[in-house]
């Protein structure tokens, strides 16, 4: 039982920058491994990154390599995704999810929050 908000979505001009947020509830995301995900119109949802736990692994999609940077601060229950440099193909609805384990590989997260836009104009 893990809710999972995101907010920091909204417009922004090619090679700005937005910080995402995920709050989560409850004590248990320290304990658990989180991700982001974006799904850009008529695609389909694929991972934007990952973390770990402890912060300690972390995934970035090839796309986003060297832009973005996921991060987690515990003690909030909170996880984060810098993007800069965007660019208008990084417009998506981006949404964060987490499962129980110290760390995943796989896509079948078992919270999922409800999805924040992002929009890069050019």
């Known amino acids: 039982q893990v809710q999972l908000v995101e907010s920091g979505g909204g417009l922004v001009q090619a090679g700005g920058s937005l910080r995402l947020s995920c709050a989560a509830s409850?004590?248990?995301?320290?304990?658990?491994?989180m991700a982001w995900y974006r799904q850009a119109p008529g695609k389909e949802r694929a991972i934007v990154a990952r973390?770990?736990?402890?912060?300690?692994?972390?995934y970035y999609a090839d796309s986003v390599k060297g832009r973005f940077t996921i991060s987690r601060d515990n003690a909030k229950s909170t996880g984060y995704l810098q993007m800069n440099s965007l660019k208008p193909e990084d417009t998506a609805v981006y949404y964060c999810a987490a499962i129980p384990r110290s760390d995943y590989y796989g896509n079948e997260y078992d919270y999922w929050g409800q999805g924040t836009q992002v929009t890069v104009s050019s």
């Open positions: 973390i770990s736990s402890g912060g300690g692994s972390k």
């Open positions: 409850g004590r248990a995301f320290s304990r658990s491994a």
